[in-house]
């Protein structure tokens, strides 16, 4: 295994906040169109993974004068949009990490300036950095100004195109390889261009942090933490070196963080410095201490293992790291070389054996790694054997024999559990087990042959003796009397059942009903027989079990059975047989008489159902009931007076009416104020309004219903109250 640690370099953006924490960098440089016009090109970089604020929109470009710095003019520039830098990085045996993502957005504007005599400066400001940035103190409160110069009519120049830098720095880089980066800048006029590392420019803060219009020059530096700075962004241990003359940049940074580097182009002519384009960006140092490592699983600890005998085809699992590819060798002579290059492939061999597996990842890479393992496969066993047939518990002896694909050497051992005798062997061959206990009893078969294990469980069948019981819920058995018998014999083999009621009667039904119509006093006996397991026959017989006693016969005569509301008295006559236990009629739902013989007046018209429950003296009880028929008519009645005094009498006032239906019953006082309303025409009025007596005196009635031929009548009249 090759142990590497690598260090990926990338510019990325820090999680933009409400202070706009999202900037990476960006550089600014201009093309002279003539006729004082100025295209000017501002590069901004930043993470696309940021949630906080997009880029600018319009951004603010500043334009001063180098004489006294002051603002000549500030110009909007549209945003264009962005793109997503790609993500170059060869190293096969590095996985770069995913969340790397700068966006590039590429702001132009043409703008005219005139002629001046000591030029001008082209400025754009932006914050923030973002917090976690190792060599800024208070990295989080720091932006970035990028600038650039043209050019006065003093110097003897005019129309100058300033340099721009050719390459973005890669966005990622191995540790320990050396990086080497083509930092050079193209200057449209052939000018002579020095490089050197410089330190960026703060700009705007958190409390404006895109200030329109940007701030007057000077510009205040960035912050360096101790221990960095322009030369030394990396830190001591991190040396970076910067050609000055080809723009050739040079780094192998040491620490683990987030790093501001700043580069400074400028631009010559005849020997004259005319301007300075500085390029302000963020590296971003990750030590991943990524290693190849080769890992199989071993077979005892494959998620698939069973045995070392579960058949001839593996299922091989891969904990392997830091690989892209895979070379399995499987240790099969009869196939030579590389067998699969799957990540986890499976595998059948050509029969039993112990075979050396290899796993090579990344083969013929420089990070690669080999690892090895020993499987073993071997045919199932099979192990079993056929389970015996039941036997009955007081004569068992049970014999077992193994069976199974396994040879000479083979190991066996039975466990018979703690009912047997004997609990345990340790042949193949086992006889003469008896079991102490009734039920179905498991049996472990199990064989060690090679490295192989196996078991087989089942169970036999130990019947118990059977037995024999049967019974009746108690109660009075009143004839006819429906008897339900209730079996509680017992076998472990189906049962054949032959009753004998006592009356002559027989079935071979488990649980039987038999009805016994004549009172009497009854023997009834069960005989059960077992075929199977435990051979039983057997016989319970219950003297007496049943005594049937007679039953009452209920029965009356109603005359007539029908008649109108005008002759509503009915004659009942008792015609009940052996009913001298009790008596009663009920006949309607709130009036009942023990008389027998009596006569009764229906009053509502419709059918009525008197019925008749005797009870004779062993408790047996028979009903009858009738059925009378009395023509609808409705009557009616209302008193002129009523005293509701609480003497208990003539207390209530309320219409005696019969056969109607839609009843509305309605009472007024002497000024035609409703007191009292019921559409029952059971409720009557108790002589109080509102919980309070009512004043003695004459009150007005007035009654609303359909009749018995369901024509609507109304009736109105008068009444007294008296206390």
């Known amino acids: 295994m090759f142990l590497k640690k690598l260090i990926y370099i990338s510019i990325i953006f820090l999680a933009f906040t409400s202070r706009a924490e999202h900037i990476v960098g960006g550089e600014i440089f201009y093309d002279c169109l003539g006729n004082n016009q100025y ?17 600018d929109s319009p951004l603010n470009l500043g334009v001063f004068l180098n004489s006294d710095n002051s603002l000549y003019k500030n110009f909007s520039v549209a945003y264009p949009g962005s793109e997503v830098l790609p993500v170059t990085f060869n190293n096969p045996c590095v996985t770069p990490p995913g969340d790397i993502c700068v966006q590039e957005a590429i702001y132009a504007k043409v703008i005219t300036l005139p002629d001046n005599p000591e030029g001008y400066k082209l400025v754009y400001e932006r914050c923030c950095r973002g917090p976690g940035i190792v060599n800024l103190t208070n990295p989080d409160a720091q932006g970035l100004t990028l600038s650039a110069t043209i050019p006065g009519t003093n110097s003897g120049i005019s129309c100058n195109s300033s340099p721009r830098f050719d390459n973005y720095p890669p966005l990622l880089l191995c540790n320990n390889e050396e990086l080497i980066f083509d930092h050079a800048a193209t200057d449209p006029d052939g000018d002579v261009i020095e490089y050197e590392l410089c330190t960026p420019f703060h700009g705007g803060s958190q409390a404006t942090p895109m200030p ?35 723009g050739l940049l040079t780094a192998s940074p040491s620490m683990i963080g987030k790093f501001v580097v700043g580069v400074c182009a400028k631009e010559y002519r005849n020997g004259n410095l005319i301007s300075v384009t500085r390029r302000d960006f963020l590296f971003t140092v990750f030590n991943c201490d990524i290693s190849t490592d080769a890992e199989i699983v071993p077979q005892e600890e494959l998620s698939s293992f069973n045995s070392y005998c579960d058949g001839l085809t593996i299922d091989f699992e891969n904990t392997s790291y830091g690989g892209t590819n895979y070379e399995w060798h499987f240790g099969d002579p009869s196939n030579p070389g590389p067998n699969s290059t799957a990540y986890e492939p499976s595998y059948t061999y050509p029969g039993e054996g112990i075979y050396d597996v290899m796993l090579v990842v990344n083969p013929g890479w420089s990070c690669t790694d080999t690892a090895f393992q020993t499987f073993e496969v071997y045919e ?3 192990v079993f054997f056929d389970a015996p047939d039941g036997q009955c518990i007081t004569s068992n002896s049970f014999n077992f024999e193994g069976e199974g ?21 340790t042949t193949e061959d086992v006889s003469g087990v008896v079991f102490d ?6 049996v472990t078969y199990e064989v060690d042959w090679n490295v192989c294990n196996e078991s087989h469980t089942d169970s036999v069948l130990v019947y118990r003796e059977p037995s024999i019981n049967f019974g009746i819920e108690p109660g009075l058995y009143c004839a006819p009397f429906q008897a339900e018998f209730i079996d509680s014999s017992a076998a472990d083999a189906p049962i054949d059942y032959f009753w004998d009621f006592g009356d002559g009667a027989t079935s071979t039904a488990s649980d039987p009903v038999h009805i016994y119509d004549t009172p009497g006093l009854y023997d ?9 397991g435990c051979i039983a026959d057997l016989t319970l017989n219950k003297p007496g079990l049943i005594e049937v006693f007679p039953a009452p016969v209920a029965g009356f005569s109603v005359s007539p059975e029908e008649t109108d509301a005008f002759n509503t008295e009915i004659t009942i006559t008792d015609e009940s047989i052996d009913s001298q236990g009790s008596f009663i009629y009920q006949l309607n739902d709130s009036v009942d008489t023990t008389q027998r013989n009596l006569t009764y007046h229906f009053l509502s018209g419709g059918y009525h159902y008197p019925y008749q429950v005797v009870k004779n003296q062993y408790g047996c009880v028979d009903t009858a009931v009738r059925e009378i028929y009395v023509e609808p008519q409705t009557t009616f009645y209302i008193p002129n007076a009523f005293t509701p005094n609480r003497d208990g009498s003539n207390e209530r006032f309320l219409p005696v009416i019969f056969d109607v239906s839609e009843y509305e019953f309605r009472i007024f006082n002497r000024w035609g104020e409703q007191i009292f309303y019921s559409t029952n025409p059971n409720v009557g009025w108790n002589g109080t309004i509102d919980g309070n007596f009512a004043p003695d005196g004459v009150y007005i009635w007035r009654l609303k219903f359909r009749n018995h031929r369901s024509i609507y009548e109304k009736h109105t009249g008068h009444f007294t109250l008296i206390r």
Do not use: H, M
């Not at 000017?40 to 997009?54: H, L, P, Q």
């Not at 360096?224 to 003359?245: H, K, R, Y």
């Not at 000479?408 to 345990?424: H, I, K, R, V």
């Open 39 to 55: 295209r000017v090109i501002i590069k901004v970089y930043r993470d696309c993974n940021s949630t906080g604020a997009d880029y």
């Open 212 to 246: 329109s219009p940007p701030n007057n020059p000077p510009y205040n530096n960035i912050n360096w933490e101790n221990g960095f700075s322009a030369t030394q962004p990396f830190g001591n241990n991190g040396p970076i070196n910067l050609d000055a003359n080809t």
């Open 380 to 382: 199932p066993l099979n």
């Open 405 to 425: 694909d396994y040879g000479t050497g083979a190991t066996f051992s039975w466990d018979f559990g703690p009912y047997a005798n004997p609990p345990n062997a």
């Open 437 to 442: 206990s009734s039920g179905y009893r498991d």
């Open 524 to 532: 009834v006996s069960l005989n059960i027989q077992v075929t199977e």
